[in-house]
């Protein structure tokens, strides 16, 4: 099978069994998906989904959060991972949104990148789910699942990673493209004792195939 008949392959399932995909992060708007994003670095969304609706509300606009501390952060949100920097995150993200874009989120790449706390993955996350642009944000999961069905051939970095999907998915499929590898790695393709006989794209996986190899 060439890559090009994998990637189409592969696709082509997941357009047709989960056309509308999406992030499992509660949100509501720019900003509470900016707050999830953050407080998701090496985290679960589970763990995130709750903690954020008692911080939202108490802090439910970059206005609002940046003009509290970080310790009345921190106390909304010290059962997450790294809750000391996220705190010291939240607070500056939000007092740059206030001071230079208007308490808004903006949709420049760029902007995005130079708020406190958000990187590549964050940033990409943000365009896609917020505006539909074609970035792809490349989580543990989409890294492994990627390099484990044979999308990116053995990808050393999630830079790479990104690039060679972007590369190979379609520019309108990118945004969803993101989420059908996240969810697959999440309930299928997991880090530990993956599902391969449970996977419906297993005739098209490169794992697979080696398992068949040594059958």
């Not at 060439?2 to 949100?27: D, G, V």
């Not at 995150?89 to 708020?115: F, I, T």
């Not at 590549?120 to 943000?126: E, F, H, M």
């Not at 699942?145 to 830079?159: A, E, Y």
């Amino acid at each position: 099978m060439t890559q090009k008949q994998r990637y189409e392959a592969i696709l082509q399932y997941f357009r047709e069994h989960n056309p509308n995909a999406r992030t499992e992060l509660m949100y509501r708007d720019p900003f509470s998906l900016l707050v999830a994003v953050i407080l998701s670095a090496q985290c679960t969304d589970k763990r995130v989904n709750l903690v954020t609706p008692d911080l939202l509300r108490a802090f439910p606009t970059a206005d609002r959060m940046a003009a509290t501390t970080e310790d009345e952060i921190l106390a909304y949100i010290r059962s997450v991972s790294y809750p000391n920097a996220k705190a010291r995150h939240l607070l500056a993200m939000a007092q740059r949104l206030v001071n230079e874009y208007g308490g808004e989120v903006p949709e420049d790449y760029d902007a995005l990148l130079s708020l406190p706390g958000v990187g590549r993955k964050t940033a990409n996350v943000i365009s896609s789910v917020i505006w539909n642009k074609p970035t792809m944000a490349v989580d543990t999961h989409v890294f492994r699942v990627s390099n484990r069905i044979g999308l990116t051939r053995d990808s050393k970095t999630p830079l790479e990673t990104e690039r060679i999907l972007t590369r190979n998915i379609p520019p309108g499929d990118i945004p969803v493209a993101h989420h059908w590898l996240i969810l697959h790695g999440r309930y299928v393709c997991t880090a530990r004792n993956p599902k391969c006989n449970a996977c419906p794209i297993a005739q098209w996986c490169r794992h697979y195939e080696t398992l068949d190899r040594e059958r």
